[in-house]
């Protein structure tokens, strides 16, 4: 699969079966990482070739696959649009059509089995970078979706809450694709993809992947792509 | 970036006979105060307004008269304006009668959006919306694009602030390219950002029976 902004190739022809519970992808700056996870949920279409999600194909079933695909982003208040926790994760049960009511108590308990209920009725703003990234994986697991597809989700946080992030994604259901520059993070996955330069150079276990990167990274020169 | 919910239009959690009021009466309310100053322009309904908007903020939200009046300051340069421009040009009493009726339409549309909890406000605004869906209407698209719209004020409030300080910092704010240029690649960039993070979550894609083939690529 190939998608072009512009005329520019991200990410080479590629043949990928992700099926394992915790996939983690690692890369470069610029290697074609998010362009990977945004194609599993249908917010890039490939110029060529297709992507399906349990057999629906993003081209076609975009809206079905995005409903089963959680999306969170790197900067968690890209992703929060309303005032308070609360409001946001009400925003995401509306696509379940239920009642207002339903909709307001099943918040409140998707906020208490994150840890964040006491958060809920304050600003987006306001929260801490550990807090808010906790906010954005409850609004979107309220949902329920069989995937959660994370980029760089612990990029912005301070230690702490990088380990409280990886302990979260650790102890969740769904299959859990994620891109990272954390190594550490990185080997807590069942399998890892290395990017560079749009192509994956090393698909494998963890340690291994994480020991090819490091190779790759002290062969490069600096600058260089 | 600051918190600009208080002033600029974001529901507070609260208490007050106003928290307790359905969407639709002070929706009602607010549209009959906006009608009442245009239909009958005089002092006495502008006075009649603003005593009645303040009062019913300072006790159905149970908020101080300084927090009200501070509710005003975004608009406060545009309303200075226009006074002053009424006031020359006719006279001081149609200048009151003027901006003394805008003041309270704000007060009274800002005591709707304080005190109702914005996903009650979408679910009114659905409801309202739901006659039109025979003519094509989403009603939960027209809320969602509502919801939007009122959380972008604040957040563009506070990018203006922040972009103001930049320039200042860099001794350029009398520059105004320098303030309004990351303004605008800001604010395209927020739409940018909410518009991927909508498409992410699902919302705002209309029922799952319709689901049309779609050529995005490319970020």
């Given amino acids: 699969m190939r998608t072009h902004p512009e005329g520019r190739t991200l990410l ?4 990928l079966l992700l099926a394992e519970r915790r996939i983690s992808v690692i890369g470069a700056n610029g290697s074609g990482k998010s362009t990977l996870l ?3 949920n249908g917010l890039l279409l490939p110029t060529e070739g297709t992507v399906a999600v349990h057999g629906n194909d993003t081209r076609t079933m975009g809206r079905t696959v995005r409903r089963s695909v959680g999306f969170v982003f790197t900067d968690p208040l890209s992703q929060l649009v309303m005032p308070t926790g609360r409001e946001d994760v009400e925003l995401s049960l509306r696509t379940l059509r239920l009642s207002s009511g339903d909709r307001r108590s099943r918040a409140g308990e998707v906020l208490r089995r994150f840890g964040i209920d006491h958060l809920a009725d304050r600003s987006s703003y306001d929260l ?3 807090e808010r990234q906790i906010l954005a994986l409850a ?3 309220a949902t329920e979706p069989r995937i959660l597809v994370a980029d760089e989700p612990t990029t912005l946080l301070d230690l702490r ?3 409280r992030v990886r302990s979260l994604i650790a102890g969740l259901d769904q299959q859990v694709v994620f891109t990272t520059h954390n190594l550490d993070f990185a080997l807590e996955s069942d399998r890892t993809l290395v990017l560079d330069a749009g192509r994956i150079v090393f698909d494998g276990p963890a ?3 994480v020991a090819h990167y490091r190779q790759l990274c002290s062969c490069a020169p600096l600058g260089g792509p | 970036m600051r918190g600009f919910g208080a002033t600029l239009g974001l529901y507070e959690p609260g208490r007050g006979f ?7 009466p002070k929706a009602v309310a607010s549209l009959a105060c906006a009608v009442a100053v245009i239909a009958w322009r005089s002092p006495t309904t502008t006075a009649v307004a603003l005593l009645l908007t303040f009062g019913v903020l300072i006790v159905g939200a149970r908020l101080s008269p300084v927090r009200v009046l501070r509710m005003l300051l975004p608009a406060a340069p545009v309303l200075g304006i226009l006074a002053l421009y009424q006031g020359l040009a006719q006279d001081w009493l149609r200048a009151f009668v003027v901006v003394g009726g805008i003041t309270a339409c704000l007060l009274a549309a800002r005591a709707l959006t ?13 409801r309202l919306v739901r006659p039109f869906r025979r003519l094509g209407a989403d009603p939960e698209r027209f809320a969602l694009a509502l919801s939007i719209m009122l959380r972008s004020i604040p957040y563009l409030a506070g990018l203006f602030v922040d972009v103001r300080q930049a320039a200042r910092a860099r001794g350029l704010e009398r520059n105004p390219r320098v303030v309004v240029t990351p303004l605008v690649l800001g604010a395209v960039a927020y739409a940018h950002r909410t518009g991927e993070a909508l498409a992410a979550r699902g919302l705002g894609e209309g029922d799952l029976d319709e689901d049309p083939p779609d050529d995005r690529t490319g970020p």
């Fill in chain 1, 12 to 15: 080479e022809p590629l043949d």
């Fill in chain 1, 38 to 40: 945004r194609l599993i």
């Fill in chain 1, 128 to 130: 801490s970078g550990g």
């Fill in chain 1, 139 to 141: 609004v979107v697991l």
């Fill in chain 1, 161 to 163: 809450n990088d380990a």
């Fill in chain 1, 207 to 209: 340690d291994d992947a």
């Fill in chain 2, 18 to 24: 106003l928290y307790r009021t359905a969407p639709a």
């Fill in chain 2, 114 to 126: 304080l005190t109702t909890a914005t996903q009650d406000l979408l679910d009114g605004v659905v």
